[in-house]
T-cell receptor, first 114, second 114 residues
């Protein structure tokens, strides 16, 4: 069975601080994809990134970076110099081979205080 | 492209009533799915479809029906609404199954069952 664990339920930081959101996954598939989605207070789900299981290179996009480590089954997300607009619920998700639907973690609520 | 659209945005039902949540996409995506989001639970899969005429159950299918007569539409039917079905419902679509493609989400339907 596939499982995604986001142990941090809520995080609160002061603006300009760096913050890391943790994601640990379980799967028996050797080929799989990992995702991060953002859900701002307006409620929509915004796709942030997708990584496949064969590519462990870290990814950086502006203030966002992702650290994928198969050895620890983790796919952590770091926001550098956080801003109030980063306040949202962030979901990590996993999909496997074929038509396996996405499995989501329970989400981490990030509050960035000005 | 309008992307993934959902109607209505908000609905109040009485226990025992039935209704259909509409979902449509104009991206010619084969794969569509329905999730419900409850506080502290993340997103849980209700039903999904890998193409017209094909549907399958997800993690929490009880009390819901789906059909997929066209590629574009994937309605979710509540047969006899219960307070436990109070939730936010998201529809998502992608070109194929979860392995290769990112799922894109509609804006959500907020349902309150009294």
């Amino acid at each position: 069975a596939q499982k995604v664990t986001q142990a941090q339920t809520e995080i609160s930081v002061v603006e300009k601080e760096d913050v890391t959101l943790d994601c640990v996954y379980e799967t028996r598939d050797t080929t799989y994809y990992l995702f991060w989605y953002k859900q701002p207070p307006s409620g929509e789900l915004v796709f942030l990134i997708r990584r496949n299981s064969f590519d462990e290179q870290n990814e950086i996009s502006g203030r966002y970076s992702w650290n994928f480590q198969k050895s620890t089954s983790s796919f952590n997300f770091t926001i550098t110099a956080s801003q109030v607009v980063d306040s949202a619920v962030y979901f990590c998700a996993l999909s496997g081979r074929g038509n396996t639907p996405l499995v989501f973690g329970k989400g981490t609520r990030l509050s960035v205080i000005a | 492209n309008a992307g993934v659209t959902q109607t209505p945005k908000f609905q109040v039902l009485k226990t025992g009533q039935s209704m259909t949540l509409q979902c449509a996409q104009d991206m010619n995506h084969e794969y569509m799915s329905w999730y419900r989001q409850d506080p502290g639970m993340g997103l849980r899969l209700i039903h999904y479809s890998v193409g017209a005429g094909i549907t399958d159950q997800g993690e929490v299918p009880n009390g819901y029906n789906v059909s997929r007569s066209t590629t574009e539409d994937f309605p979710l039917r509540l047969l006899s609404a219960a307070p436990s079905q109070t939730s936010v419902y998201f529809c998502a679509s992608s070109y194929s199954g979860g392995l290769l493609e990112t799922q894109y989400f509609g804006p959500g339907t907020r349902l309150l069952v009294l």
